[in-house]
């Protein structure tokens, strides 16, 4: 693998676990005796570790003064921001539409609840003000956007306090936290005092993730022979699967998060990298793995209520195809708006001049 | 004719001002009262005070560049002129309510004393602390909240300016509303106790924030990008809104959502684009000014009149408004004039003491 080649081992992983967590979902709406991946949540651990370690790499190649920080973290996550927006907007809208028409929504809750959408449009969710409940999924998009947020600008001018110190502490104390509440990492809108468990999932979450960055950094993994770690990584996600499908009670949730931190880690590691998964079509999965997220609610809105009278398997795949039509869609309709309006900008700027 | 002088004052925002603070006084009116539809939700007003000062907070505080050895002087002297602002008219109805509830209950000097002891953080305006003694001035827990926030993020705001702005604020604006929602869902807080402190206090807290990320969005500009009729329509629409929802209409909406609307609608209320010039004259400043007085007069004129049969909640509020209004400008004359006899015979002092020397 060219050290400069995409991770395409990720953005599989990234598919899979996203599917993962829509079948879960999907699973929440129907009353089928024995569905899969009924513990599919925890694919939102995977999501933030590599969120987390990400963000931790994308941190490192910035470099800071004190004079800029507070403009160089704002720019860092306006980034981040713009870059999940077009696609969450997409969606936002649908959903809205699609409450209206579906419910009967008349005028005035349908002007109500455009206005409540404020908090969903700029992904504030999970400060604990919401209201449209289709878009609930979008609690992970919140916390991870919001704990970046507050950790971007301690990230960039104390480095070494942040990974050697803040993160550890983080990572111990709200995961610690959490377990004391409930032994299952199953929670997101209770609130506990401050924030809501969702917020302190993904800030322990995402500080173990910028943890898996420190130690990848190091190249610890490195040390291991490449077969010895492709093994303990398949070994890894094997587990973390037969978890998700309720095949093992040997470990909980939070072991399972630990195991992803250490699978993530090596995955990300060249050395334990497939080169036949660096292609564009991978990487086309990696791209989809996100709309297929936003989607799966509103498709299963549509879907889930129906009987097939053909079984749960039948059902499931259907949705699941629905679901990546739907965001095969997302991405032709965005993907092209986005060029357009680009190209349309870019045109009035040379007539300016 | 309408254009807007940069120098000139926001007639817009005086109005507003006036406007809300009528709601406000309606709906502590009707609230002890009736039980009307007028404005029951009319405590929304006071979160377009609090944005609104927020804002005013942080474009004042960008007079205070930081300077390591004078800024917590800066920051004294600040919250002085602030607090000083305040003074004047708050005496005045300080002295009112004081010496109503003293010849109401026909204290003594006994007790009058120790009633006058009681009433200390009230006369310092500090009533949100935790202390107080004048229930008639209760009303007056909006400009002690502010005032104590103000003091604790000055410093913090002089010091790290662009941290206050844009780190701080939203995070403490999130954390707030979301703990806010959490406990009550619904920004009708004062008294409650949190532990720490009054639920008043984070209120303010919140909403000053709020105030400060306005102004963030409008230092940069984000507003002029838009279209002036665009402006105006999200603007007033907002407004209207709101007002609506004062008075029980688009009851799904939430308090917190009215919040986050006022949060759009003020920043724009500030935009050169969206001014309109024929609000910038005297009248309309002088309304502005009136508001503050107004939402001090408001409990002990409800003292005095609560008492009278009308007959008719119409009627009665109409007297109740004239009564206030009446009273707001007593206050201002008296206290400007006697502000104004102060300074004259300060400033004949001044110049006796430099002939003499």
């Known amino acids: 693998m060219k050290s400069s080649a995409r ?303 053909l079984g749960y398997a039948f059902h499931v795949a259907f949705y699941v195809v629905c679901v990546i039509v739907v965001s095969l869609l997302c991405i032709l309709l965005v993907d092209n708006l986005l060029k357009l309006t680009k190209k349309t900008s870019g045109e009035v700027a040379k007539i300016n001049h | 004719m309408f254009a807007l002088k940069s120098s000139a004052r926001n007639g817009k925002i005086d109005l507003l001002k006036f406007l809300f603070s009528i709601m406000v006084i309606i709906f502590h009116f009707g609230k002890g009262l009736y039980n009307y539809d007028l404005f029951t939700k009319g405590y929304i007003a006071v979160e377009f005070f609090f944005i609104t000062s927020g804002f005013l907070f942080a474009k004042s505080l960008a007079k205070y560049p930081y300077q390591k050895d004078t800024f917590l002087k800066d920051s004294t002297l600040f919250m002085k002129r602030k607090f000083l602002s305040f003074f004047p008219y708050h005496l005045f109805f300080f002295i009112a309510c ?67 702005l844009y780190y701080f604020c939203p995070i403490l604006f999130l954390a707030i509303t979301g703990w806010l929602f959490a406990q009550s869902h619904s920004l009708n807080v004062v008294r409650e106790w949190t532990g720490l402190c009054y639920e008043a206090l984070l209120r303010a807290t919140a909403e000053l924030a709020l105030g400060c990320i306005c102004y963030a969005i409008w230092e940069n500009k984000f507003w002029e990008k838009l279209p002036k009729a665009f402006l105006l329509l999200i603007e007033w629409g907002i407004y209207t809104i709101v007002f609506l929802y004062s008075c029980k209409l688009f009851t799904g909406l939430g308090d917190f959502f009215a919040l986050f609307l006022l949060g759009i609608a003020v920043p724009i209320s500030f935009t050169d684009k969206a001014s309109l010039g024929f609000l910038n004259n005297r009248v309309v400043y002088f309304l502005g000014k009136i508001s503050f007085p107004i939402y001090l007069s408001q409990l002990l004129v409800i003292e005095i009149i609560k008492e009278y049969d009308f007959n008719s909640p119409t009627l009665h509020t109409l007297v109740y408004i004239g009564c206030v209004i009446s009273a707001a400008l007593i206050c201002m004359l008296v206290t400007d004039n006697l502000l104004r006899l102060f300074r004259h015979l300060r400033t004949k002092l001044n110049n006796r003491k430099e002939d003499v020397s």
């Open chain 2, 98 to 164: 004081f010496l109503y509830v003293v010849f109401d209950q026909h204290l003594g000097i006994r007790t009058g004393f120790s009633f006058f002891c009681s009433t200390i953080p009230d006369l310092l305006m500090l009533q949100m602390g935790g202390i107080s003694g004048l229930s008639l001035l209760r009303y007056e827990w909006y400009i002690s909240a502010m005032l104590i926030v103000m003091f604790l993020l000055t410093p913090l705001a002089i010091r790290y300016r662009k941290a206050f």
């Open chain 1, 7 to 309: 991770n395409g081992k990720i953005d599989l992983l990234k598919f899979v676990f996203a599917v993962i967590i829509i079948i879960y979902h999907f699973n929440k709406a129907t009353t089928y005796p024995q569905p899969i991946f009924t513990r599919g949540y925890i694919g939102v651990e995977f999501f933030f570790v590599t969120s987390g370690f990400l963000f931790a790499q994308s941190l490192s190649r910035l470099s800071c003064r004190k004079a800029t920080l507070i403009d160089d973290s704002f720019a860092f996550m306006k980034r981040k921001f713009i870059s999940l927006f077009p696609y969450h907007f997409f969606f936002l809208l649908a959903t809205l539409i699609f409450c209206i028409i579906h419910y009967h929504w008349d005028t005035e809750r349908s002007f109500v609840q455009i206005i409540k959408c404020i908090p969903d449009l700029l992904m504030l969710r999970i400060n604990g003000i919401s209201s449209l409940t289709l878009l609930g999924h979008e609690w992970y998009l919140s916390a991870m956007l919001i704990v970046m947020f507050i950790l971007t600008p301690i990230a960039l001018q104390y480095r070494s306090f942040f990974f050697r110190f803040l993160c550890p502490v983080l990572t111990v104390f709200c995961l610690g936290f959490l377990y004391q509440q409930k032994h299952n990492l199953d929670f997101v809108t209770e609130w506990i005092g401050l924030c809501t468990t969702g917020f302190l999932r993904g800030t322990g979450e995402i500080a173990l993730g910028c943890l898996c960055y420190a130690v990848y950094d190091k190249k610890l993994p490195e040390r291991l022979p490449k077969w010895l770690l492709s093994a303990i990584e398949l070994f890894l996600y094997a587990v973390i699967l037969l978890h998700a499908n309720r095949m093992t009670t040997i470990v909980n949730d939070y072991a399972i998060l630990f195991l992803t931190a250490i699978a993530v880690t090596i995955s990300f590691t060249s050395k334990a990298s497939f080169g036949f998964l660096n292609n564009r079509f991978v990487y086309f999965l990696g791209k989809l793995s996100y709309p297929i997220y936003l989607s799966q609610i509103f498709v299963r809105q549509i879907i889930a209520p129906i009987d097939f009278g």
